[in-house]
Each structure stands twice: as structure tokens, then as C-alpha cells.
């Protein structure tokens, strides 16, 4: 059974720091390309970040580029997201999603998802 479990989320100042980590299990870790999302309340799901370490290649967001950086531990089947300079309107749940395969940006295209860690930036 495929299971993605997302944590490091929290409350943090505007300026402020946060690593998110996405444990995954069930499956080749290296098969699959592993990207986060976020969902502001009244907000379309976004692309953050994705990696595909079989590869090497990874992508962000506009909005997050220079601030975030997604990494991968191939070893502990987990990747992470390290958050910095956050800004309030980084507030939202954020997923893990997984898919088989190369990177890809949009939601529709992944196949297994975590429940999501929320990550609340005050200004």
C-alpha cells in the first residue's frame, strides 16, 4: 500500500523558517517523482515543488523559486522541503503528492497523495 506522510508544518513568523518532510512508503522510491502542493482555504490547489531523484530534476513554482528547496534522502524513502523566508501568503495545507514517472506540474497528474500539514506564516 502506497502511504505518503506529510510533517513539519507550523505556526511561523513572516521571515521565518520551516522544513517540511514527506515520508513515503509502499513503493520504489526511485519509480516515482514526488512533488508538493498547497491549498489555501478558497484557493485551486498549487505546485510548489517537485523532484524526481532517479534523475535529478526538479522544478518550483514562481512564486516560491530562491525561497524553497525540495531535496530527497533515497535511503529514508523521504523528501523534504526546506521553506525559507516564508511570507503570509505561504499560508496553506500542504501535501506530498507521488506519481510514476517523471516530474509534472499539475495535480491531476499524480496518483497518490499524503492528508496534508498545515503551515501558517503571521505577518
Known amino acids: 500500500e502506497v502511504q505518503l506522510v506529510e510533517s513539519g508544518g507550523g505556526l511561523v513568523q513572516a521571515g521565518g523558517s520551516l522544513r517540511l518532510s514527506c515520508a513515503a512508503s509502499?513503493?520504489?522510491?526511485?519509480?516515482?517523482?514526488i512533488a508538493w502542493f498547497r491549498q489555501a482555504p478558497g484557493k485551486e490547489r498549487e505546485g510548489v515543488s517537485c523532484?524526481?531523484?532517479?534523475?535529478?530534476?526538479?522544478s518550483y513554482g514562481d512564486s516560491v523559486k530562491g525561497r524553497f528547496t525540495i531535496s530527497s534522502d533515497n535511503a529514508k524513502n523521504t523528501v523534504y522541503l526546506q521553506m525559507n523566508n516564508l511570507k503570509p501568503e505561504d499560508t496553506a495545507v500542504y501535501y506530498c503528492?507521488?506519481?510514476?514517472?517523471?516530474?509534472?506540474?499539475?495535480?491531476?497528474?499524480?496518483?497518490?497523495w499524503g492528508q496534508g500539514t498545515q503551515v501558517t506564516v503571521s505577518s
Open positions: 523532484i524526481f531523484s532517479y534523475d535529478g530534476t526538479s
Open positions: 509502499g513503493f520504489t522510491f526511485d519509480d516515482f517523482a
Open positions: 503528492a507521488a506519481r510514476v514517472s517523471g516530474i509534472a506540474s499539475l495535480a491531476s497528474r499524480y496518483d497518490f
